[in-house]
């Protein structure tokens, strides 16, 4: 029994990170997390909860390869670097929208970088920004060339530039959802990603939707909910009845 909920659990939690690309789908996946989410701004967060939830909200201009350290284009789909190093241009994705509707464009990078390296941005709220300073000191500006090229300009050649520009810190959010809900929108985050938020229910839930104008193949699921359930009995349980489809960090007693 304990074998066979360890496959189980294993995975259930690989479909949450990775509910992309179905031709068709349906349904709802409930994960058992230990802890719910601080905030939901990709800039301004450290914890598991709370990027774990953004993963499915948010996209930056690179990522990952899957099971790679190797960097691909995301919402970029080229760059290229000026020979001494200190300028990147990059080429943006076109006919891609955020959530609420909003076209995913130039001034949608500048704003999300101009508001951690400006210190005078009405949208640098936090003060310091959590990766900002050790992982982007060496950025100088973002800079709009037109309205799907933009130019990211260093102080100086910084060789781990790209592998940091996949990290969810610097992921592009919708100016115009940032104005509408202001210091309220790390409660209602959008982004391009393939989930929309719907609804957070503090320490209870937070409820995530497909989002059918994803510029990739639709999300496998309908819905991804995550629920709080702290105590790991509590969640082995509500997996073993069947509340929950899978569960996190689970008390090593229950593999003996």
Avoid at 98 to 122: E, I, W
Avoid at 203 to 208: F, G, P, Q, R, S
Avoid at 213 to 229: H, M, N
Wanted: net charge negative; hydrophobic share 40%.
């Amino acid at each position: 029994m304990k074998s066979k909920l360890f496959v189980i659990l294993l995975l259930t939690v690989g479909l949450v990170f990775s509910v992309v690309g179905a031709a068709s789908a349906e349904g709802t996946l409930v994960f058992g997390s230990s802890g719910d989410a601080v905030r939901l701004d990709p800039a301004a967060v450290t914890d598991g909860e709370s990027i774990q939830r953004m993963d499915n909200i948010f996209e930056g201009l690179v990522e990952y390869e899957a099971g790679s350290v190797l960097i691909q284009p995301c919402l970029a789909t080229s760059w290229e670097a000026s020979a001494d190093g200190t300028e990147i241009v990059f080429n943006l994705r076109k006919g891609v929208k955020f959530h609420d509707g909003t076209d995913f464009n130039a001034d949608a990078v500048v704003f999300s970088f101009a508001r951690q390296y400006d210190t005078t941005h009405p949208y640098n709220q936090y003060g310091e920004w959590a990766y900002w300073g050790y992982m982007f000191g060496d950025v100088d500006k973002m800079e709009k060339i037109d309205d799907y090229t933009v130019k990211l300009v260093l102080k100086r050649p910084n060789a781990s530039i790209m592998t940091s520009l996949a990290m969810f810190t610097v992921n592009v959010v919708s100016p115009t959802n940032a104005e509408e809900y202001k210091e309220d929108a790390f409660k209602n985050p959008c982004g391009t990603g393939p989930f929309k938020f719907v609804e957070w229910v503090k320490d209870d839930h937070i409820t995530l939707e497909a989002n059918e104008d994803y510029w990739r193949e639709r999300a496998s699921l309908d819905k991804l909910i995550f629920k709080v359930i702290p105590d790991p009995s509590a969640r082995l349980m509500a997996l073993e009845v069947g509340e929950v489809h899978g569960i996190e960090h689970l008390d090593p007693a229950h593999f003996d």
